[in-house]
């Protein structure tokens, strides 16, 4: 577990990339995020939470209720595939209204066969009654087009489907760009999603210490008074190149600026 108390220090991003982070603030006060003080991490809250139990710890193995799930017209399809294999063609999702589908890859197209995993999605969010799909048939003019939403990650933060405290997980690896609103946010395949759409649930094994390995399947954590002056923006940046480092997830404490 990483935890990053980040003050006015430089920020390398991948790339080489190097920004200079300073918070617009005449006094230096305490963080209201700060370290962590308890027996778990917010991460491992978060995961105890919804895995019904009273704490986890590094290196349990947990099946965790899931709270969102995300796929968009590159994962969709492959996913909605394994599900009809393993549970029946005929078989119903586990809830319509925690599943979240946002065409956003295949849509800048005119090739048919690109735009038929669109198709695909269309057809199963109807089959399957799922109430968030954002489906874009006005092609023409995506700038004045209000059915648009933008990149999944962008779509799921201004639809309100990032809350704090809660598991999100989608088949995109920057998924975890929604750690950024204090929940517990990490990509999986389409074999996981196939699972989750049959049975609301994961299992996850929760992370330990860091080693030689770097950020493999860490918990990346990000506190104090730097990030607390980040606006909403920068912060889901911030998660985003979480896993440019390999790490599982990325995760801001909830705020007012959340």
Known sequence: MWVYQLSHYNL????????????????????????????????????????????????DNVWV?????????????????????????KAKVWNPEKIVIIPDHYIFTADERANRNVDVLRDYCSEQNIKYFYDIKNRGNFGANPDYKGVCHVALAQEGHCRPGEVLLGTDSHTCTAGAFGQFATGIGTTGAGFVLGTGKLLLKIIGEISVAGAT??????????????????????????????????????????
């Open 65 to 89: 209720n899931v709270d969102v799930l995300m796929t968009h017209d590159i994962g969709g399809p492959a996913s909605f595939g394994v599900f009809k294999e393993q549970f029946g063609q």
């Open 12 to 59: 390398h991003f991948a790339g080489g990339f190097q920004e200079n982070i300073f918070c617009q603030q005449t006094e230096r006060k305490p963080a209201t995020t700060g370290s962590v003080k308890t027996g778990m991490t917010m991460t491992e809250k978060i995961l105890a939470r919804a895995s019904d139990k009273p704490e986890v710890t590094p290196g």
């Open 217 to 258: 399947y860490k918990t990346m954590e990000f506190v104090g008074t730097t990030v607390e002056c980040l606006s909403m923006e920068e912060r889901m940046t911030l998660c985003n190149m979480v896993v440019e480092a390999d790490g599982k997830n990325g995760v801001i404490p909830a705020d007012k600026t959340t």
